[in-house]
């Protein structure tokens, strides 16, 4: 099935398309990185070789395979150089109408056969898919961070993704090594439907004084398993991309069940983002 698909192009150079495309370049895909900021595209590109170098200091890779992944990637000079992939990945900024911007411009770029995927963490896909004309060939393609290493893509179907797009979609993420999940096509899917109220909450019982920041993620850490607590996981996410996601929510759901807590609005608001500007819950 993913014969068909051997161009990649990833749009979006922060944190999820470097990850994105790296595990695509390092799948054997050819893929083709772009960002409004070309800075992002050079730092990503530095990050991804030192990522990969980590690797072969830790015998993970042999240096013939980071020349073949790095071979495999390129920068693009604009989207008009993505008119010949087979699939778009998109990681750009989570707001609706900067992403149906782009899927409007892609929809005209790229060929009629090329599939459309969206790495939002929120936004409904066949709201997505309403800016293009080709709904049959969009859907979701939800990455964990970081890339690499995390196992899971959520695919998302959207309501007019044909069944044979939706299979294409699940062949390249199981060759890029990761477990494909289905879900429906409802406001945060799976993993955010359950997650960002949890950090949500985590937030709401900071700024209400119930415990320091520390507390909160080490009982949560310790009582519940997790690897890392809701605070510290929230500025690996990014607060400005968890607010987007918890608005997403409530104005899906229309309850108060999924209201942005305000401390959430203000670190935002003062531009802190998390680890991406060094400050959050933490300093970095
Ligand atoms: N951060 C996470 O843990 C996580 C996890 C899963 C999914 N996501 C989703 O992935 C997407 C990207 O998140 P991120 O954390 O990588 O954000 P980020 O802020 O690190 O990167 C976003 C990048 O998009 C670029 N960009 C913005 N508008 C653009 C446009 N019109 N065209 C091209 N590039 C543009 C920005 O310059 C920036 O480099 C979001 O939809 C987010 O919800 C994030």
């Not at 595990?23 to 895909?29: E, I, L, T």
């Not at 899971?152 to 060759?175: C, D, H």
């Not at 096509?185 to 004084?209: K, Q, S, T």
């Not at 802190?272 to 500007?277: A, D, P, V």
């Amino acid at each position: 099935m993913v014969e068909g698909i051997k161009k990649i192009g990833v749009i979006g150079a922060g944190q999820m398309g470097t990850g994105i495309a790296q595990v695509s370049a390092m799948s054997g895909f050819e893929t083709l990185l772009w960002d409004v900021e070309a800075s992002s595209i050079d730092k990503s590109f530095g990050f991804m070789q030192k990522h990969l170098q980590r690797g072969l200091e830790k015998n993970k890779w042999e240096n013939e395979f980071i020349e073949k992944t790095m071979n495999s990637l390129s920068k693009a000079d604009s989207l008009n150089d993505f008119n010949d992939c087979d699939l778009v990945i998109e990681a750009i900024v989570e707001n609706e109408s900067i992403k149906f911007e782009l899927f409007s411009s892609l929809d005209k770029i790229c060929k009629p056969s090329c599939l459309l995927a969206s790495n939002t963490s929120s936004i409904p896909i066949s709201k997505i898919a309403e800016s293009t004309n080709r709904a049959d060939k969009v859907a979701g393609m939800h990455f964990m961070n970081p890339v690499p290493v995390m196992k899971l893509v959520e695919g998302i179907r959207g309501k007019q993704t044909s069944e044979k797009s939706f299979e294409l979609i699940e062949s390249v993420a199981k060759k890029m090594g990761k477990t494909f999940v289905k879900s429906n096509d409802f406001p945060g899917f799976i993993v955010n439907r359950v997650l960002m109220p949890m950090i949500n909450e985590a937030i709401y019982a900071l700024d209400e004084g119930v415990a320091t920041a520390e507390d909160i993620d080490e009982a949560m850490k310790l009582g519940t398993n997790q690897p890392m607590g809701p605070l510290v996981l929230a500025d690996f996410i990014g607060l400005d991309t968890c607010l987007a996601i918890m608005n997403v929510l409530y104005e899906g759901f229309k309850t108060e069940k999924y209201k942005p807590c305000s401390l959430l609005e203000t670190y935002v608001s003062d531009g802190k983002l998390g680890k991406k500007t060094k400050e959050g819950f933490y300093k970095y």
